[in-house]
């Protein structure tokens, strides 16, 4: 049996076996218009498999950008602590539940509350953010991305009404991680805090950027390993894409259609994940979100912070739907996951495993 019919059939691979696969893949796109037929095919079955669980429905989750401050210095972020040329913002607790009232009214079950890691938001403050917005929007789902944290500010968070945690992995190999933070971040507590995430029951995501700097294929094929271990309920992948404001200003972008093949290993790998067409995709591709869908996606996540703010929030040069209202963005969208077959729901989209 060959390598992908094995993948299909098993849901898994080795790290060699994943290798393999990628380089196939990158032999069969080595030349400027090779339409890479393992990529069509591998995309058939992770089309097949997300109708059959998620049928042409698509989540949405409204992200708010609740803070541009961060006292970490991750090397390819556009907000990191040393970038002295970006305005500063952090929205008032007013303002985020501002953006959660109309993210209702316009559909929104889910909300995801992101941002850099910024002391105000100690504990208490946090949780009590969480804690009035589940009260307002019971029938909601809560979603933090802000980094990593404590156990006991983990564990506070969730009592407070919190369901679901976003903590990208970046790069399940130790050096790597070291090439793209600075020493006083580690790998190991990154890894620590997604145990620590799951050990309290909220639904994990993991996940990295695809072409991020130096990133090698044996680099991502670890990358597969570790999500077919971990078995996150959901994986946020997307093109690493530079900011001139960083020291990876000069690095390539990374592939669109790596991206999309690496979103259809994804699906098959864990049929049941919730995986999301990214902004960076959008960003590097006009139809990168819909490419997204067609590859196995089914989340996507609209901006619902303030407009005034969203250039703020530039973690990468280029960045789309930084001057649309959240309903603009929400009917852009629509219209977009229509066109190619799929249509927006209004639920809290939970995995369905
Ligand atoms: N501070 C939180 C954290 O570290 O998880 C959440 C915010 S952080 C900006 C969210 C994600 O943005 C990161 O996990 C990273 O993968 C992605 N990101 C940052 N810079 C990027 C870039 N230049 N291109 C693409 N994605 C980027
Ligand atoms: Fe903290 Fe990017 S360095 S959010």
Do not use: W
Request: hydrophobic share 35%; charged share 25%; aromatic share 10%.
């Amino acid at each position: 049996m060959n390598l992908a019919d094995k993948f299909i059939h098993e849901h898994k691979l080795n790290r060699e076996e994943y290798i393999g696969l990628l380089q196939q893949f990158e032999r069969e796109n080595a030349g400027t218009n090779t339409k890479s037929t393992l990529a069509n095919y591998l995309a058939g079955e992770a089309v097949r498999l997300r109708r059959k669980i998620y049928g042409t429905d698509v989540y949405v989750r409204g992200l708010i950008e609740f803070t541009n401050i961060c006292k970490n210095d991750c090397y390819y972020c556009g907000i990191r602590k040393s970038n002295p040329h970006i305005e500063r913002y952090r929205l008032t607790k007013e303002e985020i539940l501002f953006c959660c009232e109309n993210g209702y009214d316009l559909g929104y079950r889910t909300f995801v509350l992101q941002g850099g890691e910024d002391g105000y938001y100690t504990d208490e403050r946090l949780a009590d953010i969480v804690r009035t917005i589940h009260s307002a929007y019971p029938d909601c789902a809560i979603t933090l991305s802000v980094g990593e944290r404590s156990y006991e500010s983990y564990r506070l968070l969730r009592e407070a009404g919190a369901d679901r945690y976003l903590l990208r992995h970046e790069t399940a190999n130790p050096e790597h991680y070291q090439m793209l933070h600075p020493a006083v971040l580690s790998h190991e507590n990154r890894m620590q805090c997604l145990q620590n995430l799951r050990s309290l029951g909220y639904q994990v995501g993991a996940g990295f950027m695809v072409g991020s700097p130096y990133q090698t294929t044996a680099h991502l094929a670890e990358d597969l390993v570790f999500l077919q271990e971990f078995r996150p309920e959901m994986v946020g992948i997307g093109p690493f894409i530079p900011h001139h404001d960083t020291q990876f200003a000069d690095h390539p972008a990374g592939s669109v259609k790596l991206t999309l093949f690496l979103l259809s290993v994804i699906r098959i790998m864990l049929p049941h994940v919730l995986l999301p067409a990214t902004t960076a995709l959008g960003t590097m591709d006009p139809l990168g979100r819909e490419k997204g869908m067609l590859a196995g996606a089914n989340v996507v996540m609209p901006n619902l912070s303030p407009v005034k703010n969203r250039k703020q929030y530039e973690l990468y040069d280029n960045k789309i739907c930084t001057g649309e209202e959240a309903a603009e963005c929400r009917g852009c969208l629509a219209h977009r996951m229509n066109s190619v077959g799929y249509q927006l729901v209004s639920d809290r989209g939970d995995c369905k495993s």
